[in-house]
């Protein structure tokens, strides 16, 4: 092997070395493919300090959550830290932040970020906020879990928080019970809210439905309870419409495919799959942020 050879050889031998640890890009080919491909709006990567929502860890880093992804046919999604979520510190919800515009910049074209905060130093949660804005480019926020560090939504912090994302144009997922949900509806009619979660049991579903069906900023997302019971995906597209439900898994705690699969055999029309796998929250993320400039 000439010296230019195995030159060549050992580069190629480097990158494949390289994709094979942090899992490869998309390619061109696959990214122009890949826009008609599924879209997943809930997303929580395993963080690179070990902190992983999944119960018993079988996808425990950032290749191995792309794999399974690729092998439930996820070809796109909007991402967030769990660091974030549990942040005991702002310094910790920043570092999950920062991981999340790293792969997103890492999988260019297949990831889109979301910034996380917790709500106790509401200046430096407003401030990261912004910064994931302007400087990441993230027009989504959330998903948010109160219940997780203990903050509650009807306090004047969290009014900062849905004032400064609808200031800013920017969509929130908000994990939230119904009167939560009830409260966060009725009283920030300008915020565009996805609502994660059909709901626990009968009523709640039938509530939640109700709840997102009346309030037209905002959307459901349908991981978690509630997809799995036959004829709740059909229920909710008939009274909220097919523009404002939305495919999302809540990977990795629960699998992207079992969503999938009751989307597909749901009796609905191809065009309303499509809106729902897809569709819809490409048309969030090209809504958000700052509107485009119009020329006069
Ligand atoms: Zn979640």
């Given at each position: 092997m000439s010296h230019f050879h195995r030159r060549q050889f050992l580069q190629s031998g480097v990158v494949a070395l390289a994709n094979y640890v942090i899992g490869a890009p998309l390619s061109n080919e696959a990214q122009s493919e890949t826009r008609r491909g599924i879209f997943d709006a809930h997303l929580h990567i395993p963080s690179?300090?070990?902190?992983?929502?999944?119960?018993?860890?079988?996808?425990?880093n950032m290749p191995e959550f792309v794999a399974y992804l690729d092998k439930c046919g996820v070809r796109r999604g909007v991402i967030s830290s769990s660091w974030s979520n549990k942040a005991q510190t702002p310094e910790d919800y920043r570092s999950g932040n920062r991981e999340v515009a790293k792969y997103v910049e890492r999988y260019k074209g297949r990831f889109r970020g979301s910034c996380v905060i917790t709500p106790f130093r509401i200046d430096e949660a407003l401030r990261e906020i912004e910064h994931c804005h302007k400087?990441?480019?993230?027009v989504w926020l959330g998903?948010?879990?109160?219940?997780m560090t203990g903050y509650k939504y009807d306090t004047p912090e969290w009014a900062e928080v849905m004032k400064l994302a609808t200031a800013l144009n920017l969509v929130l997922q908000i994990h939230t019970t119904t009167s939560e949900m009830r409260y966060l509806a009725e009283n920030f009619p300008d915020a565009v809210i996805v609502f994660p979660h059909?709901?626990?049991n009968r009523n709640d579903i039938f509530e939640r439905i109700e709840i997102v069906a009346k309030h037209k900023n905002t959307c459901i997302e349908l991981?978690?309870?509630?997809?799995?019971?036959?004829g709740i995906l059909e229920k909710a597209v008939k009274e909220?419409?097919?523009?404002r439900v939305l495919y999302g898994s809540d990977f990795t705690i629960n699998d992207p495919a079992a969503v999938i699969a009751r989307v597909r055999n749901a009796f609905l029309t191809a065009e309303d799959r499509e809106k729902i796998l897809f569709r819809n929250v490409e048309r969030l993320l090209a809504n958000a942020g700052a509107k485009p400039q119009r020329k006069a």
């Open positions: 690179d300090n070990g902190e992983n929502f999944q119960w018993n860890l079988v996808t425990r400087e990441y480019g993230f998903e948010f879990c109160n219940y059909l709901g626990a991981s978690g309870s509630g997809i799995e019971r036959v909220i419409g097919a523009d």
